[in-house]
């Protein structure tokens, strides 16, 4: 009945399977950001200017979803890449820490390990 009187197109309209809420896009967009530019940008004032929030705004925003800051995000990206490259490539640890932006290998050794409880060697060894 409600199909024939175009009722139900109305209200099937509202529950359109494609939408996604304003805050979930941007949610999304700062993702992509920090996706482009991890290695390079870690200041997390300049996420804020690109995508024209406060610090504030996008640390509740990140919180609410993934229980993290906008800082923690970018950390957690960068170990998630440090891993991947100590685990997939034959790259020296010098070279990684160069590769993920750290000026000095001795902090990147002491970053890692903070995070990971193990030397990036360590770290790499036991995967072999």
Avoid: H
């Amino acid at each position: 009945m409600l199909q024939e009187t175009g009722i139900y197109k109305t209200v099937g309209s509202l529950y359109r399977t494609d939408y996604t809420p304003p805050d979930v896009r941007l949610l999304r967009k700062l993702l992509i950001l920090i996706e482009e530019d991890f290695r390079g940008e870690r200041d997390v004032e300049v996420y804020a200017q690109r995508m024209g929030f406060s610090i504030t705004y996008l640390n509740k925003l990140t919180k609410a979803y993934l229980m993290e800051t906008v800082y923690e995000v970018i950390q957690t990206r960068l170990l998630q890449e440090a891993s991947c490259l100590l685990k997939g490539t034959i790259l020296s640890v010098k070279q990684i820490s160069y590769e993920l932006g750290y000026c000095d290998p001795s902090y990147f050794c002491k970053w890692f390990k903070q995070r990971v409880g193990m030397t990036p060697k360590v770290f790499r060894s036991s995967f072999k």
